[in-house]
Structures are given as structure tokens and as C-alpha cells.
């Protein structure tokens, strides 16, 4: 079994300017989940200063618990 991340990975990091015209830091960063523990799903979290900008995440199904 492959074993997810425990952290998101910083991937990419540029200067950026927020909605206020002030420079601030956009960062990316990826990670690994899974949803049922078999498989691993990659995604991604843009920020820009505080701010989420975008979430992605590869397709998966949902899983129903009984």
C-alpha cells in the first residue's frame, strides 16, 4: 500500500500582487490523499498571501460507510 504524505509539499512560490495591489507571496502547494486507503489521489492548494486562490484535487469516488 502507498502510503500518503503527512504534509503538503511547497511546489511552487512566486510574488504576486493580492486584490489590493499589495506584493504578496503566492504559494502552491501539493499533497496526497486518499479515500479509502488503497489508492493514492494527488491535489493542490493555491494561496495567495492568507487567502485560498484554488483547490484541485484528481477525481475519486465517494465511498458510502456502513
Keep these: 500500500m502507498v502510503r500518503p504524505r503527512l504534509f503538503p509539499i511547497i511546489s511552487r512560490l512566486v510574488?504576486?500582487?493580492d486584490r489590493h495591489g499589495r506584493r504578496?507571496?503566492?504559494?502552491?502547494?501539493?499533497?496526497?490523499?486518499?479515500?479509502?486507503?488503497?489508492?493514492?489521489r494527488e491535489g493542490q492548494v493555491v494561496m495567495l498571501?492568507?487567502?485560498?486562490?484554488a483547490v484541485t484535487m484528481e477525481p475519486y469516488e465517494m465511498v458510502e460507510w456502513s
Design 24 to 40: 504578496t507571496l503566492r504559494r502552491t502547494y501539493r499533497f496526497e490523499f486518499t479515500e479509502t486507503g488503497n489508492t493514492c
Design 15 to 17: 510574488l504576486a500582487r
Design 49 to 53: 498571501g492568507e487567502r485560498v486562490e
